[in-house]
């Protein structure tokens, strides 16, 4: 690598900051990141990669954050079945404890406006899946999400927290103490995004597949069709994980669930303890 060319953690920071993964697999095929960057920024007419300070960004945003990347011992190496798609790096909070929570990584996930015996699935699956030694991940949404977190925080365990923006602010905004609290007590927080990211359609769906990547079984509690938890399960499908779901009930909110089980997508999981049998 010449001296004056970028390190490769702010090089793939720079990348991943401008570009999706599948943008750039082509050119990370042939070249180095900090190559790739120095040819983009040579190719961008609107000099507004030329103007971004790779380094000093870096360093900027790792004041809040870590930023992971695949050479890292840290890193998540689930992530490899993304193929083409997988990150160019993490944003993390806890990242040191990356290997232990994403070894036995189990999402939990469903409706952010949940009915009231979704949230108590929600509590009891997540509190078996914790008590028996997985690591309950999930976004900080709210319903099924959050419940999932809060019962495992209360069996005594740490959560792994998937985030669609950058982890200087929570989403929603009023889980800021939910987010603050997953790292102080073991726990992990990641992220797609650099801090200062706001959430969009886009960032939502990237961070579903990023989940579904990084746990070893998806359980959707409950989910309208085309909900955000329904990517988290299209993306477990196709990364062939283990995709679980509870009986789909009248409601309509549980219309992902009736067309997971309906398609046999999903393995029907009455209860807890069957789920743990699968698992």
């Known amino acids: ?32 990141p900090a190559e790739v960057w ?19 960004e870096l360093a900027q945003a790792q004041l809040s954050c870590h930023f992971v990347i695949p050479s890292d011992a ?7 079945d993304l193929g083409p798609s997988c990150p160019l790096g993490l944003w993390a909070r806890g990242h040191d404890r990356l ?17 009231e015996q979704a949230v108590t699935l929600a509590d009891a699956f997540a509190t078996a899946v914790a ?26 365990r740490a959560t792994l927290a998937v985030l669609p ?26 992220s797609l995004y650099r801090p200062g990211t706001e959430t969009s359609g886009a960032t939502l769906k990237a961070s579903a ?16 069709d085309h909900a955000e938890a329904m990517h988290t399960a299209g993306a477990a499908f196709a990364l062939r994980r283990l995709l679980l779901a509870p009986p789909s009930t009248d409601d309509v909110r ?11 997508h999903a393995v029907l999981v009455p209860d807890p303890q069957r789920a743990l049998a699968l698992l």
């Open 165 to 190: 923006r950058g982890l200087d602010r929570a989403h929603p905004h009023d889980h800021a103490q939910l987010l603050s609290s997953i790292p102080a007590t073991g726990g992990a927080v990641v």
């Open 38 to 56: 120095e040819r983009r920024v040579r190719l961008d007419g609107s000099r507004r990669l030329a103007q971004y300070r790779p380094q000093e």
């Open 254 to 264: 549980a219309s992902g669930n009736t067309r997971l089980l309906t398609e046999q």
């Open 74 to 80: 840290v890193w998540p190496t689930a992530l490899t």
């Open 209 to 224: 597949v990023l989940m579904a990547a990084l746990a070893r079984a998806v359980i959707v509690i409950e989910a309208l």
């Open 99 to 115: 290997p232990q929570l994403t070894d036995s990584a189990v999402a939990v996930t469903g409706n952010r406006s949940a009915t």
């Open 1 to 32: 690598m010449p001296a004056h060319a970028l390190p490769e953690r702010a090089a793939r920071a720079a990348l991943a900051a401008h570009f999706t993964p599948g943008q750039l697999a082509d050119d990370l095929d042939r070249s180095t």
């Open 131 to 156: 008590e028996a030694g997985h690591t309950v991940t999930a976004t900080l949404a709210y319903g099924v999400d959050s419940a999932a977190h809060r019962a495992a925080a209360l069996a005594g």
